[in-house]
């Protein structure tokens, strides 16, 4: 049987709309379960009580300052090498040999799974340089992971600034130096926002190349020394080993608001961006 | 130039480099823990062996390099059809303001943490699995499931950015000739963005193959390998996640010489996806 082809575009048209459909269900879905289990759980008591008996009573105040901590830290060593490779790839050098080399490692960098900066952030900050399990390992891991996310983003809103505003610049008798902190950077700051935005959100889900470097210490981390557990971690551990339903719900729901708040924030500063270059 | 411009060059420089020096340290790091059991027991036997007891001088990673494979295969056939479609009806379908808001909406499902898939996996998949289908429920369908979902946000943008990059007179030319919609998007639009979509895949199936956490906490973990969608499996990330807290001596060599193998095969798929992107561009 053959169908007539305005029948066939008009079948096809409904069969992308469903499935479409079926995919913002799922997520919705899985806001939805989280919301409704998880609201219930939470209470300032929750929020600012450290855990007792494991996590199965109080609550995940040490969790939610070490998530801070290793999400501070780790970005402010991050932003300054990302930032600073993009304008080295896009201000200082002509596409070359060199650029394309140093593309390709960050390339390779942002394909590496994270179970792997995990094996590699233990044998290398952990055991080698002798740091233990400590939120310093775990900083310096999640550096290295979410720097190929803040190049990528930093170089493209870098890119997209328009050339003239440099030479006004230089012509004004502006130093490249004084270029690109007076007119450039300032003017791409939205979008390396966004991919700040966005390495925070990767940082704050990351779980497995946090267990092996930043430890799973259920103390509020006070040096940089110490082992401490963020809110992935801890969302893990207790689903993990069935330790309770009810503040894994609990914790889930502020993961997944948190980083829900950071993506949105990371979107309209993007489109901020767009407006502003359109 | 003056002085101070030298050395604000050679900080830049500094710093781009250093993500060099990263990939370096990585990948010298994991290859000299893993590589002298590699070579003492010899790649054959830790890549054909099928039994693991790395305290008892046991490497054989087999089952778990097939496990990897089945689950990531298991997605693709989920996330790959269902991304597809999705990025279809964004590109050629959805109005201006659909997409606007269904675009970010698929950028949050990519941004919701693994733990939590695999949290849904065990709360609400598995007990389902166990029930109607029988078996543990910690099985090769639950976490192809589970990974097929995990996938879907990589493989629908990326396909969408390739279709949106085929140049719009294409289409026209193809309504100006008559045909509809769908003859347009079957006979235009879809090849002309076929490289394209098949990278999508292939980075979806790396981002598959390199997840752990989600897969630790629905795949049973078992030993061997799967002989049906209902058996529990252990795929190269599990291994090194569950055993790397108490790893001792030639067992934690055996851990890293998982990932050596697992970090072969993501550079294989990254390599395969830019060769099919660059094959494009000279095209």
Redesign the interface.
């Known amino acids: 049987m053959r169908l007539d082809?305005?029948t066939?575009?008009r079948l096809?048209?409904i069969?992308?709309?469903v499935?479409?459909l079926?995919?913002?269900c799922?997520?919705l879905a899985?806001l939805f379960?989280?919301a409704i289990k998880g609201l219930p759980q939470l209470s300032p008591a929750f929020l600012l009580q450290s855990p007792k008996d494991m996590g199965r009573e109080g609550g995940i105040f040490p969790f939610i300052v070490g998530t801070f901590l290793l999400v501070f830290l780790s970005l402010l060593l991050a932003i300054?090498?990302g930032v600073?490779?993009a304008?080295?790839?896009t201000e200082?050098r002509r596409e070359g040999r060199l650029t394309a080399?140093?593309r390709f490692?960050?390339?390779?960098?942002a394909?590496?799974?994270?179970?792997?900066?995990?094996?590699?952030g233990?044998?290398?900050f952990v055991i080698?340089l002798k740091m233990g399990l400590s939120l310093m390992a775990g900083v310096l891991t999640i550096m290295?992971m979410v720097?190929?996310t803040i190049?990528r983003t930093s170089e493209e809103a870098i890119k997209a600034v328009p050339r003239q505003l440099r030479l006004v610049s230089h012509s004004l008798g502006a130093?490249?130096?004084e270029t690109i902190v007076g007119v450039v950077l300032p003017k791409a700051s939205p979008g390396i926002l966004t991919g700040i935005m966005?390495s925070v959100?990767r940082a704050?889900?990351?779980?497995?190349a946090l267990?092996?470097t930043m430890g799973c210490s259920l103390r509020l981390p006070t040096s940089l020394a110490d082992s401490g557990r963020t809110l992935?971690v801890h969302?893990?551990i207790l689903?993990?080993e069935g330790i309770s339903?009810e503040k894994?719900y609990g914790t889930?729901f502020v993961?997944?608001f948190a980083?829900?708040l950071?993506?949105?924030l990371a979107?309209y500063l993007m489109h901020k961006a767009m407006e502003r270059l359109s | 130039m003056k002085r101070e411009e030298i050395h604000i060059e050679w900080t830049f420089r500094l710093f781009a480099f250093s993500s060099l020096l990263f990939l370096f340290l990585i990948l010298f790091f994991i290859l000299f823990e893993g590589s002298p059991l590699l070579y003492k027991v010899g790649l054959r036997s830790v890549l054909l062996e099928q039994r693991w007891a790395p305290t008892k001088g046991s490497f054989g990673i087999l089952p778990m390099v097939v496990s990897s494979f089945l689950v990531t295969f298991g997605a693709l056939c989920l996330g790959a059809p269902l991304g597809l479609f999705c990025a279809i009806f964004l590109s050629e379908y959805a109005s201006r303001s659909v997409r606007m808001v269904l675009k970010p909406t698929l950028e949050l499902l990519a941004a919701i943490p693994s733990v939590v898939y695999g949290f849904m996996g065990v709360v609400y998949l598995v007990p389902i699995v166990r029930e109607y289908l029988g078996g543990p429920g910690f099985s090769l369908l639950t976490t192809s499931l589970v990974l097929g979902i995990m996938i879907l946000p990589t493989i629908t943008s990326i396909s969408f950015d390739a279709m949106q990059s085929v140049p719009g007179p294409f289409r026209e030319g193809s309504y100006a000739m008559g045909a509809t919609r769908w003859q347009t998007i079957w006979r235009i639009t879809l090849p002309s963005a076929r490289s394209g979509i098949v990278a999508g895949f292939i980075l979806g199936m790396g981002r598959a193959i390199g997840e752990t956490m989600a897969v630790i906490m629905v795949a049973g973990n078992a030993l061997s390998i799967p002989k049906g969608l209902l058996e529990p499996l252990r795929t190269l990330t599990g291994n090194i996640a569950l055993e790397l807290a108490y790893a001792t001596g030639e067992h934690r060599s055996a851990l890293f010489t998982t990932g050596v193998i697992l970090l072969l095969i993501i550079m294989i798929f990254n390599s395969v996806a830019n060769f099919v992107v660059k094959k494009r561009i000279v095209r």
């Not at chain 1, 490692?105 to 960098?109: K, Y």
Request: glycine share 8%; charged share 10%.
């Open positions: 082809p305005r066939t575009d096809f048209s069969f992308f709309r499935h479409a079926i995919v913002v799922v997520l899985i379960l989280i300054p090498l600073g490779t304008v080295f790839l200082y080399f140093i490692g960050v390339e390779s960098l394909g590496i799974p994270s179970i792997l900066y995990g094996l590699f233990f044998i290398f080698r290295i720097l190929p190049i130093t490249k130096w966005l959100g704050v889900g990351e779980t497995a267990i092996f992935a969302f893990y689903a993990r339903m894994a889930a993961l997944v980083i829900l950071v993506n949105l979107y």
